[in-house]
């Protein structure tokens, strides 16, 4: 056990100049694990709320009460208009301060960096998965919605029963796309020190100085997560194609 | 059939991206390594043949570095020296703003000539970089706190959260030494707002920068730094690139002027820092050795 695998790897790749040594530190290989871990994590978390963000702005946006469709897509506007580091700063810094403020007497305030960022990332993506599900949703013939109509389907029904799944098939490229736009766009929580795995990275090149060799390491995570995110996908079109419909 | 033909055309044309650009990498990397051996100290040559000294410094704040805002030029102590240290090679100087993160990068590809950017020495960085043996300033962090946080040394801050900007070096120390957890925010603007959003209890940052704004800034009146002593006071340097003889003692000759000449502790002055108890010495030391 003296020299093991790891060992021989690090001292290989030392001879072509890249330094990762950090590796065979035990706290620094944790605090990389766990970054990843993080990560996963937090990826998980945003993608279930943006996707029900998104499926209830959807449900507003497409609504025929005005009182419903307007403030959702002024929303839907303000939110996906604006870049999300600005909102995480902004949400963080600004209405977290204001809320520790008011909370100082209730035994503080709850939130924190992980949560800010979760609700930022996932009302951001949830607003780009709603414009999605609407193009879906438009994309539904009237004459199927005749159809559901003439047999009685009630307006909450024709949308959970029959636009919505349709819309789901429609929309489903565009709504990958998305996920795996919100997988990269987890490292901005790294700006307001949610320990992932970017943030884990510099909390180690700060000690070490080996830049390139972390970014090296971010992107093949980044880019295995996002190709099993893309595999996922395709599994699920293929898996919800309807035979004469659309395919 | 023939979507299982395109995508096999694609599976091809992927495979066929990712060797060039694996291939691509393995160029730039090979070119980094040769460059960095073929000039093996030809940069103090390259200066004087050029007629321009480039320099990264750092421009996060006052009294280090900042940019003037009616005139959009970089002032503060880092500019201040980087200016003189030209001036007495007889160039031109050109400075590049550059961050924590990028700026070793910056030295090692060549893009700039020198650091001067908050660097203070550490094992690890001497070992892939040079610098004169003097050093210009010693520099240690301080924390800033809210007058009635109850915090007065370095030790009442275990368990407490502790905000540093990202590329800190008192992370390390802050979490193994005294037991604070600590969290890095992208910079140091962000991590003092932090502070003022009662995020952390404390923010530690370079000691002359905290100095100034709570000497000077009435915003931060309700806030304080009761610790005297400053956390890990270490060598500021110019670094160079390393095996760089001739460079770097050429700095070193410039830097020991500084320091005889009194010019230093002047410059200091001026931009509203404090000289360290080391710099007065090394001033002694060296107008007695010139007397």
């Not at chain 1, 990762?20 to 978390?45: K, N, W």
């Not at chain 1, 939130?111 to 879906?136: C, D, N």
């Amino acid at each position: 056990m003296s020299q093991g695998l790891p060992e021989a790897a690090v001292a290989a790749l030392n001879k072509i100049g890249l330094n990762y040594s950090f590796v065979l530190a035990a706290d620094e290989r944790a605090s990389f694990i766990h970054g990843m871990l993080v990560t996963l994590e937090l990826s998980v978390v945003t993608a279930f709320f943006s996707l029900i963000a998104g499926v209830l702005l959807a449900a507003m946006l497409t609504s025929p009460r005005a009182a419903l469709a307007r403030p959702a897509r002024i929303f839907v506007e303000i939110t996906r208009n604006t870049p999300t580091l600005v909102q995480l700063f902004c949400a963080f810094l600004v209405l977290n301060m204001l809320l520790s403020q008011a909370l100082r007497e209730l035994g503080g305030n709850p939130l924190t960096p992980f949560i800010w960022s979760v609700i930022v990332i996932a009302l951001h993506k949830g607003a780009f998965h709603a414009e999605a599900l609407r193009a879906g949703i438009e994309a539904v013939p009237r004459a199927t919605l005749e159809a559901a109509q003439s047999l009685g389907y009630s307006r909450r029904q024709r949308l959970w029963e029959l636009q919505l799944p349709l819309a789901l098939r429609f929309a489903l490229p565009t709504l990958v796309n998305n996920m795996v736009d919100l997988v990269k766009m987890t490292t901005i929580a790294s700006a307001i020190a949610v320990g992932d795995v970017t943030y884990a990275s510099i909390m180690i090149w700060t000690q070490r100085d080996n830049v390139l060799e972390l970014m090296i390491l971010i992107l093949l995570f980044f880019g295995a997560l996002t190709f099993v995110i893309n595999r996922a996908g395709r599994w699920l079109e293929t898996r919800l194609r309807m035979p004469g419909y659309g395919h | 059939m023939s979507e299982h033909f395109t995508r096999n055309k694609l599976k091809q044309n992927s495979h066929r991206l990712w060797h060039s650009a694996l291939g691509r990498v393995v160029v730039v990397l090979a070119t980094a390594f040769g460059a960095s051996a073929a000039h093996a100290d030809s940069t103090l040559d390259r200066i004087h043949e050029r007629h321009q000294l480039v320099v990264g410094v750092i421009l996060s704040g006052p009294p280090f570095g900042s940019l003037n805002p009616a005139t959009q030029k970089p002032v503060g102590f880092n500019v201040d020296l980087a200016e003189n240290l030209a001036k007495r090679l007889g160039v031109d100087i050109q400075m590049i703003p550059v961050q924590p993160s990028n700026r070793v990068q910056f030295l090692q590809q060549g893009k700039v000539d020198a650091l001067i950017a908050n660097m203070e020495v550490t094992t690890e960085r001497a070992e892939i970089l040079a610098y004169p043996p003097t050093p210009f300033e010693q520099i240690g962090g301080a924390l800033i706190t809210r007058k009635d946080s109850g915090i007065k040394t370095w030790n009442d801050l275990r368990g407490k959260a502790v905000c540093v900007s990202q590329g800190s070096n008192y992370a390390k120390p802050l979490a193994e030494q005294y037991g604070a957890q600590v969290k890095a925010f992208r910079g140091q603007p962000e991590s003092l707002l932090a502070l003022r959003g009662n995020n952390c209890a404390a923010a530690v940052h370079v000691a002359p920068t905290l100095r100034l704004l709570v000497a000077r800034n009435p915003d931060w009146q309700d806030y304080s730094i009761p610790e005297s002593n400053d956390l890990i006071p270490s060598p500021s340097v110019i670094w160079v690139r390393k095996g760089e003889t001739d460079t770097q003692n050429a700095f070193e000759k410039i830097v020991e002027d500084w320091h005889r000449s009194g010019w230093l502790i002047d410059i200091e002055r001026k931009n509203g820092m404090q000289p360290s108890q080391a710099v007065l010495d090394l001033h002694a030391k060296f107008k007695a050795q010139s007397a």
